[in-house]
């Protein structure tokens, strides 16, 4: 079946990166763009920006400019998400999601705690 | 930034009742809203694409309408694994935005 595999929790301190790793299967990689969504505790989902799998090509919201990357592997499938700088408010749940019109799957999240 | 305002932010029901959750966009978003539903310590999961048509696998209580600036979810009859948060989302343009969510809980 279609699913979206993360990697596991993180505990960063203030000022570090992160790195979190997507892995899809049960569907042709290229068939879904993919989008990184956090959600901090208590608060709704916030997108953070998406990747097209064909050609690598990305759109990040103004909010993470300069400190989110988004890159993909073709070869394994496999999407990344990096975020530097890291500050205690970007302590949060991350998922990866892949779809067309929409968000139609998820992977089961990725905590980030950044705490020194 | 295309702004989503949910309402209500919280709505107490009962088994068995129908409910209609409200979405409200800042601007016209064609009919380029999804819904989602979320539990506590899960991702959300997609139950409604381009404001009215059911995802697969979606029980048909759920349905979508609305383009536009406004739109609604409802639910013909509530059941006891339907309490849980629900959110719209706007896919038109960048950024991509969500509503705040209403939650459902029991009466």
């Known amino acids: 079946q279609v699913q979206l595999v993360q990697s596991g929790a993180e505990v960063k301190k203030p000022g570090a990166s992160v790195k979190v790793s997507c892995k899809a299967s049960g569907y042709i990689f290229t068939s879904y763009y993919m989008h990184w969504v956090r959600q901090a505790p208590g608060q709704g989902p916030e997108w953070m920006g998406i990747?097209?799998?064909?050609?690598?090509?990305?759109n990040y919201t103004q909010k993470f400019q300069g400190r989110v990357t988004m890159t993909r592997d073709t070869s394994t499938s496999t999407v990344y998400m990096e975020l530097s700088s890291l500050r205690a408010e970007d302590t949060a749940v991350y998922y990866c999601a892949g779809g067309l019109r929409s968000m139609d799957v998820w992977g089961q999240g990725t905590t980030v705690t950044v705490s020194s | 930034d295309i702004q989503l305002t949910q309402s209500p932010s919280l709505l107490s029901a009962s088994v068995g009742d129908r409910v209609t959750l409200t979405c409200r966009a800042s601007?016209?978003?064609?009919?380029?809203l999804a819904w989602y539903q979320q539990k506590p310590g899960k991702a959300p999961k997609l139950l409604i694409y381009t404001a009215s048509t059911l995802q697969s696998g979606v029980p048909s209580r759920f349905s979508g309408s609305g383009s536009g600036t406004e739109f609604t979810l409802t639910v013909s009859s509530l059941q006891p694994e339907d309490f849980a948060t629900y959110y719209c989302?706007?896919?038109?343009?960048?950024?991509?935005?969500f509503g705040g969510g209403t939650k459902v809980e029991i009466k």
């Open positions: 989302q706007q896919l038109n343009s960048y950024p991509l935005t």
């Open positions: 990747i097209y799998p064909i050609g690598g090509g990305t």
């Open positions: 601007q016209g978003i064609g009919s380029y």
